[in-house]
């Protein structure tokens, strides 16, 4: 019972990439999803959270204006759509599941769980 990150890779600074989130062994339609990074070094980062619905979603300011949210149920994934990328996105990203979205939450990493492996992001220069 885990979700999976894909989709990462190797992208040249101000390239874009469309990350995916697959629920196993769950649905996820009830849950808030919340994409997660943590570069080398750094402490973990709430980089963008979705409501069970896909009504309501939030935006670390890091990637505010550069980053969409989206989930399709049907489907049980979540998707995180990343422009104009910079150096200092480069990051390990990750999903994980929580009962709300809120920034608070998403900030402090708090009610999250499911985390699975996570998927390389590198935005080169």
Do not use: H
């Amino acid at each position: 019972v885990q979700l999976q990150a894909s989709g990462g890779g190797l992208v040249q600074d101000g390239g874009s990439l469309r990350l995916s989130c697959a629920a196993s062994g769950f649905t996820l339609e009830y849950y808030a999803i919340g994409w997660f990074r943590q570069a080398p070094g750094k402490e973990r980062e709430g980089v963008s959270c979705i409501s069970p619905s896909g009504d309501t979603a939030g935006y670390a300011d890091s990637v505010e204006g550069r980053a969409t949210i989206s989930r399709d149920n049907a489907k049980n994934s979540v998707y995180l759509r990343m422009n104009s990328l910079k150096p200092e996105d480069t990051a390990v990203y990750y999903c994980a599941a929580a009962p709300i979205c809120t920034l608070a939450t998403l900030e402090r990493g708090q009610m999250y769980s499911k985390w699975g492996q996570g998927t390389l992001v590198t935005v080169s220069s």
